[in-house]
């Protein structure tokens, strides 16, 4: 269960992260 939890996390954070590059990148 704590495993799972740690995984959806992990995946948010990448998705959040990546749709906060490509913003980044069409501001530039």
């Known amino acids: 269960m704590v495993e799972y939890l740690v995984i959806l996390f ?10 906060f590059g490509l913003k980044s ?3 530039i």
């Open 10 to 19: 992990s995946m948010f954070g990448l998705a959040l992260a990546c749709s």
């Open 25 to 27: 990148i069409k501001l």
